[in-house]
């Protein structure tokens, strides 16, 4: 966003006028603004604000979320750049990892308790929303073993937030492994078995290579791809079929029997309105633009 310009189309003219770029006025504006559309922006569901994490502790975490695949979400702001942000976050992430049935017990006095008992406590997040980040900050991100985000923010005239994610990682090495071990298990079904394994290890090659910042989320049901939201999940390998959910709204696409089809109304596994059924390679190639959209659309 750093190089970004914003420009409005002058109808009397037409002429163009760039539209400034501007920091808030103080955190509080980015916080308000974002805990009110939390889900909408990050794919998070808001929990609490200003959360007190005791006496002992000493401190106030700025909000506190549930994303999309169940993980918890510590997310913290600053008005510009705060060379601290990170090392602060990391530290209320350490004690969330201590205090996992006070926050279990958050989520079930807000979201319910079937939401409670599907905590994901194997990747925990933190997200830090900034004014902007040094090269160390970026540099810290990828070198660390936690789920981070860095997201740079802007304010644009009086009605405009802009968002860019600067880095962001998710303890790669380990998720990679856990997930090469479950292609492999799933190879022992046979030769059927052997075709979709490749399938599915194709789809994920093209979602991981649409931009930069895609991370890749291990669940049981279903691996999801995202880049603060989720835009695409992938279901297990059927005998003859691949399941992909994109959040790609189904009113805009033609939808092909046996390749597209509307489940804002099915219940399924992971996220996403559309599903994509892929039964080879070829089909892979069809899905390219359907993963595009949805990409962009996170």
Request: aromatic share 8%.
């Amino acid at each position: 966003m750093s190089g970004l310009k914003l420009f409005r189309a002058n109808t009397t003219n037409s002429g163009m006028t760039e539209v400034m770029p501007r920091l808030a006025e103080v955190e509080a504006d980015v916080q308000g603004l974002v805990e009110t559309y939390m889900e909408v922006l990050l794919g998070v569901r808001f929990l609490a604000s200003e959360y007190s994490t005791g006496l002992v502790h000493g401190g106030r975490i700025d909000s506190l979320g549930l994303d999309e695949n169940g993980s918890p979400v510590i997310i913290e702001y600053k008005r510009g750049t705060d060379a601290g942000v990170i090392n602060q976050g990391l530290f209320y992430l350490a004690w969330l990892m201590d205090h996992r049935a006070e926050f279990e017990h958050l989520v079930r006095d807000r979201l319910g308790v079937t939401t409670a008992s599907q905590v994901r406590w194997s990747g925990p997040r933190l997200i830090c929303v900034a004014g902007d980040f040094t090269r160390y900050d970026v540099h810290a991100v990828r070198e660390h073993r936690r789920s981070i985000d860095l997201v740079r923010y802007r304010f644009f005239a009086s009605d405009l937030l802009g968002l860019e994610t600067v880095a962001s990682a998710n303890g790669g090495t380990q998720v990679a492994r856990r997930a090469r071990r479950g292609l492999v298990a799933q190879a022992a079904a046979g030769v059927q078995g052997a075709a979709m394994v490749e399938l599915a290890g194709a789809v994920d090659e093209v979602l991981l290579r649409l931009g930069d910042g895609v991370n890749r989320v291990e669940r049981k049901q279903y691996r999801a791809y995202q880049r603060l939201r989720n835009f695409a999940c992938m279901c297990p390998p059927q005998r003859s079929k691949l399941l992909v959910y994109l959040k790609v709204n189904p009113k805009d696409v033609d939808l092909v029997p046996d390749f597209t089809r509307d489940v804002s109304g099915v219940g399924h596994h992971g996220t996403g309105d559309l599903e994509v059924q892929l039964r080879t390679l070829k089909d892979v190639e069809r899905a390219r633009d359907l993963f595009r959209a949805s990409f962009s659309a996170a």
